[in-house]
């Protein structure tokens, strides 16, 4: 699980970040919080998944990352990568 906080709603995060985890074969989801952060559950290789976790460091050219906290989580097996809300 991750939670991505800087300038990440109204940049095209979600949209990026679906497209990146498709192209590699990361399923999951990305959502926008309340709060203003990111969230995102990916599922996957380590190695894709990971390449996904460095991607978010630094996001889609118009988002200004400030943090990336990453947990593990168990795997939920999700076929597809999505946008919720």
């Known amino acids: 699980m991750l ?3 800087g300038v990440v ?4 995060f979600r949209v990026s970040m679906a497209e990146q985890a498709s192209s590699r074969g990361v399923a999951g989801w990305v959502r926008n919080v309340a709060d203003g ?6 599922e996957g290789e380590e190695e894709k ?3 996904i976790v460095e991607w978010s460091k630094r996001g889609p050219p118009r988002a200004r990352v400030d943090s990336v906290t990453v ?3 168990r795997p939920r097996n ?3 990568f999505r946008i919720e809300g």
């Open 3 to 5: 939670r991505i906080t």
């Open 9 to 12: 709603h109204g940049v095209f």
């Open 37 to 42: 952060s990111v969230q995102a559950f990916l």
């Open 49 to 51: 998944v990971m390449r």
């Open 71 to 73: 947990e593990r989580v």
């Open 78 to 80: 999700a076929r597809v």
